[in-house]
C-alpha cells in the first residue's frame, strides 16, 4: 500500500518558505495553481503540494507522471534579480534536493545538467522552473520539484521505467513524505538565501561537485532540433555548460535536453 500522507501536516522549520502551504488531493499541475497564485499576489515563499496530478508538466512539454506515494509541489519566489538569472534557481533547487535525499536517505546522488537528479544513472526528481517577467522586471518565479518518493517504478511505461527510478526502490521500504518536504523546504531556503545574497558562487561549487555530467561525452538535443556533440567540461557563472567540441573549440550551451553517452 502507498503511504497517505498529509502534505497540510509538514511541520516546517523555516523562516518564510513553506511558511503559507496549500495542499491538494489532486490539480492537474501544481506550478499552474502556483503560476495563478503568483498572479493573484501570493507571497514569496508560498508552497503548493498535491498528492497527485492529473496533467503533471516536465520540461520540454513532456507529461510527467504523478502518482501518489511521490511529492508534487511548487515554491513561488519573488527574487529581486534580472530575469536572466531566473534559470539559475533551478540549480539552486536541485542543489537542495540533492542535500536532502544525501542527508535525510543516505543516497548517493548527483546532478545531471541542467536539473535531473540521479541515483546511479537513473532519475529521481526532476525540476521545471518558469519565470515571468514585465518590461525586463522579474515578477514572479514558481520552482515545480518532482520526487518520486514511495512510487512504484514498475508502473511507468516502458520507455521511462529503464531511466527512471524511486527512493522507494532504492531503499526497499516507503519513507515519511512530510519529514522529507520539511527538510527540502529547509534546505531550500539555505540555497536560495544564498542566491539572493550574491553568493551563487557557492552553490555553483556545490553543484559542480555533484555533477554526473562534467567530465563526460555528452549529446545535446537544442529545441529547434540541433544536435551537439562534446565532452562537457564544466558550467559557467550563468549556469550554462560548456562543451569541448571533436575540433577542440569551446562551446556554451545554455539550454538543451542534455543525453550522457
Ligand atoms: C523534468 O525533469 O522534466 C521536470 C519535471 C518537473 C515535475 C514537477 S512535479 C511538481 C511540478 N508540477 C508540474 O507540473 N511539474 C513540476
Sequence with gaps: MVEDYDPCEVEVDTEYIGHEIKCFDEVDS??????????????????VIAKTQSRGRGRRGKPWISPQGGIWM??????EVHPSR?????????????????DECGLDVGIKWPNDILIGDKKVCGILTEAHARFNTLEYVVVGVGIDTNVDISHFP???REGATSIKNELKRDIKS?????RFLR???????????GKMDEILTEWRKLSKTIGRRVEIRKQ???IVHGDAVGINSEGALILELDDGTLRKVISGECIHR
Design 86 to 102: 531566473a534559470p539559475l534557481l533551478t540549480l539552486v533547487a536541485g542543489v537542495a534536493v540533492a542535500r536532502t535525499l544525501r
Design 74 to 79: 511548487s515554491i513561488i519566489l519573488r527574487p
Design 178 to 182: 512530510s519529514e522529507l518536504i520539511a
Design 187 to 197: 534546505n531550500f531556503e539555505e540555497t536560495y538565501n544564498s542566491f539572493k545574497d
Design 158 to 160: 516502458d520507455d521511462l
Design 224 to 226: 529547434l532540433g540541433e
Design 30 to 47: 501544481t506550478n499552474n495553481v502556483a503560476k495563478r497564485m503568483a498572479e493573484d499576489g501570493a507571497t514569496e515563499g508560498t508552497v
